[in-house]
């Protein structure tokens, strides 16, 4: 029968991963029938950290980890001897454990294996939940794209800082859901208004003041990796470095059963498609949405057809503040997780959407995140996990390389 047990002080270990580059540890026991197993992997995650170990001849392992807070320890059973399984009646998936390294410094995860049938699941099953896996990821990550797509449209800003609003709404809804203790579901819209009026402020206080300046786009973009790294660290000042759940995020019983799905996943693709739509729809058919597309293409030329420019571009920072706030939150649910720098996590993903999509077009960006979310978790199957975002920057090269403009991009006229 499987079991994890934790305790503050943990046992000698014969493999050991990073323990002299870490002040905290997590350290375990793998035995089969009172009997070690060696050469088992297994995986602790926690806080955007992540390691392998093996247990050695005597079964046991210890890995350094650079702080307090949850970790995940995940056994490979495809590191098991032929035959064995991790097996637990009471438990879904005994073979991943969810421990806490406290005020000690330490925890123990030691696994106890008995003989067994192993659950595997078939490829086509696997296929599957990675797609709608990499769906759930592309519409929250398509969120993120369109407010920095229609802010590069009409400003020709690459604005770096974008990540920091991601961020701004996972902890605004932190801050009110858990700190304050309001329903979800009225700490989500209150996140969200803050994080439209941190657009605002963005454009009002900074952004505004340098295009009246003549500030070239170079120096602004300058400023804006400036932004994000004193944003990012005032983040972590208030915060501190662990991650931390928002209600409901890590709740089992929400399981719909089909392919690994919650009923959590189900609800941020149907917000995300619905929030999407409305995009479209605001771009499509609203004056204020013509308005933005017309700059975007020549603000110039717009502003002699009597659209106020600035009035379009200040509109344009409150949706990218918006949209980017609920990415936050949707993507600290998919982790899951709110941390000090969750939206940097996801910055380069989110410029390789915006740039395979097409600069400056908000549907661009729209298809470039799909594609790059199936992309990153259909990945998985034939590469390490650890190595999924760096293949979506494959696809990005490759794509570019047919097509310099992007999927949806136009291409420049010299001359």
Do not use: C
Not at 108 to 123: C, D, H
Not at 161 to 172: D, I, K, N, Q, R
Not at 329 to 353: C, E, H, K, N
């Amino acid at each position: 029968m499987g079991l994890l047990t934790l305790s503050v002080s943990a046992p000698a270990a014969a493999n050991e991963v990073g323990l002299d580059d870490y002040d905290f540890k997590i350290s375990g026991l793998v035995e089969l029938a009172d009997e070690p197993l060696a050469d088992v992997l297994l995986v602790v995650e926690g806080g955007g950290f992540r390691v392998e170990v093996e247990s050695g001849e005597d079964g046991r392992w210890a890995v350094g980890v650079p702080e307090k807070g949850d970790y995940t320890v995940t056994l490979d059973e495809n590191t098991l001897p032929e035959g064995i399984a991790v097996i637990d009646p009471e438990d879904e998936t005994p073979n991943v454990r969810e421990i806490t390294v406290g005020q000690s410094g330490s925890a123990v995860a030691n696994f106890f294996i008995g003989q067994g049938e192993r659950n595997t699941t078939s490829l086509f099953d696997q296929i599957v939940e990675r797609i709608f896996n990499g769906l759930n990821f592309g519409l929250l990550l398509a969120l993120a794209a369109i407010g920095l797509s229609l802010v590069f449209g009409t400003t020709g800003l690459s604005n770096f800082a974008h990540a920091e609003l991601v961020t701004f709404g996972g902890l605004m809804t932190l801050l009110f859901g858990v700190v304050l203790g309001l329903p979800i579901w009225l700490a989500i819209p209150i996140a969200l208004i803050l994080s439209a009026g941190l657009g605002y402020v963005n454009d009002a206080a900074l952004w505004k003041p340098l295009r009246r300046r003549g500030v070239g786009l170079i120096p602004m973009m300058i400023v804006s990796i400036g932004l994000s790294l004193a944003v990012r660290y005032i983040f972590q000042m208030f915060v501190g470095g662990d991650t931390q759940q928002l209600p409901g995020a890590t709740d089992t019983t929400l399981s719909i059963g089909l392919f690994g799905l919650s009923w959590t996943d189900v609800a941020s693709m149907g917000i995300s498609v619905l929030v999407l739509l409305g995009v479209a729809y605001f771009l499509l058919r609203t004056r204020i949405g013509k308005a933005t597309r017309a700059v975007s293409d020549n603000p110039a030329l717009a502003a002699a057809s009597g659209i106020d420019v600035d009035r379009v571009i200040r509109i344009v920072w409150v949706m990218a503040g918006a949209l980017a706030g609920l990415s936050g939150i949707l993507w600290a649910y998919f982790r899951p997780g709110v941390s000090w720098d969750m939206g940097f996590q996801i910055l380069l993903l989110t410029f390789a959407a915006v740039t395979l999509g097409g600069l400056g077009t908000a549907f661009g960006a729209l298809v470039g995140a799909l594609i790059v979310g199936l992309f990153v978790e259909i990945s998985t199957l034939v590469i390490p996990s650890d190595m999924k975002y760096v293949g979506a920057l494959v696809i990005l090269i490759l794509v570019l390389l047919v097509r310099p403009q992007g999927i949806l991009g136009r291409k420049e006229r010299i001359g």
